[in-house]
Nanobody
Framework: QVQLVESGGGLVQAGGSLRLSCAAS????????MGWFRQAPGKEREFVAT????????YYADSVKGRFTISRDNVKNTVYLQMNSLKPEDTAVYYC??????????????????????WGQGTQVTVSS
């Protein structure tokens, strides 16, 4: 069992930065791939970024590539999403998710939300123009 709690959201001007954190409890965090997703009002949830259990593999949505960085600290049981050069279209509730297992199943697998077993409650990010 993994429990996830996101933090770090808030209101920022376009061009600014935020760092989201996702704190995990449970013994399987360090052997879980982690993902960040977001959902804007009236839109479907979309994939943002994923990282393998070791941190050696990452994959990003095209819309955030070069601006966002996912990382993890398996000692602190935390995954991060550093968001730079924020745009109004990045406004959404951001969720972290965990998929237990150390076998990397390919980048596409982790872009699909239904492949994750555990989800946090989300944190709001609002980017003003």
């Amino acid at each position: 069992q993994v429990q996830l709690v996101e933090s770090g959201g808030g209101l920022v001007q376009a061009g600014g930065s935020l760092r989201l954190s996702c704190a995990a409890s449970g013994r399987t965090f360090s052997s879980s791939a982690m993902g960040w997703f977001r959902q804007a009002p009236g839109k479907e949830r979309e994939f943002v970024a994923t990282i393998s259990w070791s941190g050696s593999l990452t994959y990003y949505a095209d819309s955030v590539k070069g601006r966002f960085t996912i990382s993890r600290d398996n000692v602190k049981n935390t995954v991060y999403l550093q968001m730079n050069s924020l745009k109004p279209e990045d406004t959404a509730v951001y969720y972290c998710a965990a998929d237990p297992g150390i076998v990397w199943r390919g980048s596409y697998y982790y872009t699909q939300g239904f492949n994750y077993d555990y989800w946090g409650q989300g944190t709001q990010v609002t980017v003003s123009s």
